[in-house]
């Protein structure tokens, strides 16, 4: 009769060899975001008036032009929104709708107006609306579900 073990060793170098490869996968990561933060970084903020040609960084309001969208959740006019369901059970989530949506809008400071098409672009706003319901509650105070067009 003889009987199989495996050595305490063994059961490390698979652990080790994951962790040594998610730990790459991280460094490369950081070092993307770390580029990236340097290009914008170096971007000084422009006048609308005299824009350069390439990346530009301006500030002002921005308008809508032929087009708005009315947001799913709060059924308010915008020219962007990222909307998002989320059911909780446990600390497990899952997202029951997911949505991010924008059309060009123009961008008005003290010197002109610009265009901005917003093809692929990654929007850095706050969340306005963020509510939860409890176990017994209805609806979140503020949802306004739209019905109909997404487009106004």
Do not use: H
């Amino acid at each position: 009769m003889s009987s199989l073990a495996f050595p305490p060793e063994a059961a490390t170098v698979p652990l080790a060899a994951i962790g040594l490869v998610a730990g790459l996968a991280l460094l490369v990561r950081g070092f993307e975001g770390y580029r990236d933060a340097g290009r914008i970084t170096g971007t000084s903020r422009s006048r609308i008036a005299s824009l350069a040609v390439g990346e530009v960084l301006v500030s002002g309001t921005a308008e809508p032009i032929e087009l708005t969208l009315v947001s799913p959740l709060q059924s308010k006019p915008c020219v962007y929104y990222r909307s998002k369901i989320t059911e909780s059970r446990d600390s497990d989530g899952r997202d029951l709708f997911r949505e991010d949506r924008a059309v060009g809008f123009a961008v008005r400071d003290a010197s002109g107006t610009v265009r901005v098409f917003p093809n692929g672009a990654a929007f850095d706003v706050p969340d306005c609306f963020d509510e939860t319901t409890g176990p017994w509650s209805g609806d979140p105070i503020g949802l306004e579900l739209r019905t109909g067009s997404a487009f106004a």
